[in-house]
């Protein structure tokens, strides 16, 4: 099975512009969440996707936003970029669901390193 | 005070040695417990995955869960320079859900 993919892995961009970063989960898995991995604060959750639907929240402005399409397929984006939203930001995927016989637990990607100049 | 505590590091070890890093969190209504591997400019690798109070091995690797003391441990055993890198411990009140991550510890092997 492939694993979970995220584009783009380099992204440079400058304070108030925008940006929209793409996840494929693993197939099958319903779930996505997203991470930010920092030096200073470490991996922290943005939010989890399931069905379409917004499931969980972590505490982020409302700068940071997300969907999720039919396919499984997220997207999160951030808007008015500033030089703290600069982070390695990592999408996971899982069923989403109990399954017998399967651990319903997160596998990450490569995740997306965002540098905001 | 974080919600999971792990120290930093770095952990410096010689090859062949037992590796032991801990956790411990304050909320007591984590069930499941996960460590991950991180790399050098890489996502997290799932390790160990962990539901309740027990012990788990897989292969060099053991996972314990001690809930009664809020206290998680992850061993390794005949370590290997390719072992050297952040190990990352993780717990969610349930499953598939919202992972709370420690700080990571950085792992050395030198061979």
């Known amino acids: 099975k492939a694993g979970v993919t995220q584009t783009p892995r380099y992204l440079i961009k400058t304070r108030g512009q925008q940006v929209t970063l793409s996840c494929s989960p693993i197939?099958?898995?319903?779930?996505v969440s997203w991470y930010q991995q920092t030096p200073g604060q470490g991996l922290q959750f943005l939010f989890e996707?399931?069905?379409?639907?917004?499931?969980n929240k972590g505490n982020f402005p409302g700068r940071f936003s997300g969907r999720q399409f039919s396919n499984s397929r997220s997207e999160m984006n951030v808007s008015t970029l500033e030089l703290g939203d600069s982070a390695l930001y990592l999408c996971?995927?899982?069923?989403?669901?109990?399954?017998?016989?399967?651990?319903?637990?997160?596998?990450f990607g490569p995740g997306t390193r965002l540098t905001v100049l | 005070q974080k919600e999971v505590e792990q120290d930093p590091g770095p952990l410096s070890v010689p090859e062949g040695a037992i590796v032991s890093l801990n956790c411990t969190y304050s909320?007591?209504?984590?069930?499941?417990f996960m460590w991950y591997r991180q790399y050098s400019r890489k996502g997290p690798e799932l390790l160990m995955y962990?539901?309740?109070?027990g012990n788990k091995e897989d292969g060099r690797f053991t996972a314990q869960v001690d809930k009664s003391s809020k206290y998680i441990s992850l061993f390794i055993r005949d370590s290997q320079p390719s072992d050297s890198a952040t190990y990352l411990c993780?717990?969610?009140?349930?499953?598939?859900?919202?992972?709370?991550f420690g700080a990571g510890t950085i792992l050395r092997v030198k061979s």
């Open positions: 962990t539901y309740s109070s």
């Open positions: 197939s099958g898995h319903r779930s």
């Open positions: 996707y399931f069905s379409e639907t917004q499931r």
């Open positions: 993780a717990m969610s009140l349930t499953s598939g859900n919202k992972l709370v």
């Open positions: 996971a995927s899982s069923p989403g669901v109990p399954m017998w016989g399967v651990t319903d637990t997160q596998y």
């Open positions: 909320n007591s209504a984590f069930q499941y």
